[in-house]
């Protein structure tokens, strides 16, 4: 069951945010939510991850509603580089524990033009 | 965050054959994921290995078809079996990261079966 609801694809031009949202309406209080991307032909690659605050780290930020509902992950400076699928995810438990498990949807297609 | 290796980056078998699959981690861990991702679509998990039992596999996956051995707390290995052209997709372990990391995943390795 999909627990989380991306756009399809997005385009952003090189040098402007990339503002890529989520829904998540049925999360529950204890779960987190999850970004990564997955640059062709690779493994996914962690980006950020938060519970109800803002977060932000050197590739992005996160912003998450207040209701917890829905989220936006912001690429600031998008290049080229950063074209992928972006995955939302949502998660039981910061790390470890018993609910491990990534369930991985079918994420956005974000295209970085020149 | 660790840092996972895992061979062969990518191989062509023949159908009926098997292929074994190795994800070396450079830390020690206590569980390895093994996921698939068939062509154009995300990822799916096969199964979680602890080290010391066996591994749990998800719905749709059996151990006779995919094997796994974990033999200690950096290495695991996961065997195709029987290959059939269906089999055909890229095959990723994954470890957890730790608290702030995420979960990271090996380069995956690419299996075509004809």
């Known amino acids: 069951d999909a627990k989380t609801t991306q756009p399809t694809s997005m385009d952003c031009a090189e040098g402007r945010a990339a503002n890529l949202p989520c829904n998540h309406s049925?999360?529950?209080?204890?779960?987190?939510v999850y970004w990564y991307r997955q640059i062709h032909s690779q493994g996914p690659q962690y980006i950020i991850h938060g519970l109800k605050n803002n977060e932000t780290n050197e590739m992005a930020s996160l912003i998450i509603t207040e209701d917890r509902k829905s989220s936006t992950l912001i690429l600031p400076h998008a290049t080229l580089r950063d074209t992928a699928v972006y995955y939302c995810?949502?998660?039981?438990?910061?790390?470890?524990?018993?609910?491990?498990?990534?369930?991985f949807g079918k994420g956005t297609l974000l295209t970085v033009n020149p | 965050s660790a840092v996972i290796s895992q061979k062969p980056s990518r191989d062509i078998c023949q159908r009926g054959t098997s292929l074994t699959i190795q994800c070396q981690v450079d830390s020690q861990v206590t569980m390895m994921f093994w996921y698939r991702q068939q062509p154009g679509q995300s990822l799916t998990l096969i199964a979680t290995?602890?080290?010391?039992?066996?591994?749990?596999?998800e719905s749709g996956f059996v151990i006779d078809k995919f094997p796994i051995s974990r033999p200690n707390l950096t290495f695991s290995t996961l065997t195709v079996s029987n290959m059939s052209p269906e089999d055909s997709s890229i095959y990723l372990c994954?470890?957890?990261?730790?608290?702030?990391?995420?979960?990271?995943f090996g380069s995956g390795t690419r299996l075509t079966v004809v």
């Open positions: 290995a602890n080290q010391g039992s066996e591994a749990t596999y």
């Open positions: 995810i949502v998660r039981v438990a910061e790390s470890g524990g018993s609910n491990y498990k990534l369930t």
């Open positions: 994954s470890v957890d990261g730790g608290r702030g990391y995420g979960y990271t």
């Open positions: 049925t999360i529950s209080g204890n779960e987190y």
